[in-house]
């Protein structure tokens, strides 16, 4: 089955708020998994607090991208939001950096799929349905994360040139499966 997400675009004064990530020292937007009994905007906003110590007002629904691959299988639903307190801090186990971004200045690497979500999120995109397709030719099919996390440390590479020598021989298949409303520049 797969799982469901959320993303973050925490937007202000012409910047996005990324994350990097401990596993694979890749940039990401906030993003993590909706528990029991919490609603999708009640994750977003949790997940952001968790990650990088704001608080956020979720602004707008950007849209849902589904990423099918070699790895399990993640919908992960696409929030803008504002900042609106606390104070910018890491998540001991889970980023090692939260970093304001300008949006002509975007790091990299990015995680698998987010270049497009930062893309859809800072050009006022709203109700996108995308299909995120990567056919990883080095990746066990059907691989968990702990199972990829067991490959990074025994490939005797860094966390994130393992990251980028997968995803760099990976092929990138994007659908737009429900056209979306680009509003004026945010």
Request: proline content about 4%; hydrophobic content about 40%.
């Amino acid at each position: 089955m797969a799982g469901l997400a959320v993303n973050v675009a925490v937007i202000h004064e012409g910047k996005i708020l990324l994350t990097q990530r401990e596993d694979f020292e890749t940039w990401i937007l906030p993003s993590g998994g909706v528990e029991d009994g919490e609603s999708l905007a009640q994750a977003a906003i949790r997940e952001t607090k968790e990650e990088t110590g704001l608080d956020v007002e979720l602004t707008r629904l950007v849209g849902v991208y589904s990423r099918l691959s070699n790895m399990s299988p993640v919908h992960a639903v696409l929030f803008s939001a504002k900042p609106i307190g606390g104070e910018i801090r890491c998540q001991e186990g889970e980023t090692i950096a939260v970093e304001w971004f300008s949006f002509d200045s975007i790091p990299s690497p990015l995680s698998a799929g987010h270049k497009r979500r930062i893309e859809d999120a800072i050009s006022g995109v709203t109700g996108v349905v995308v299909l995120q397709e990567f056919k990883l030719p080095t990746v066990p099919k059907n691989i968990t994360r702990s199972e990829l996390i067991e490959l990074r440390d025994k490939s005797g590479l860094s966390r994130q040139d393992f990251y980028v020598q997968i995803f760099e021989r990976a092929e990138l298949i994007e659908k737009v499966e429900v056209s979306c409303i680009a509003k004026e520049n945010l």
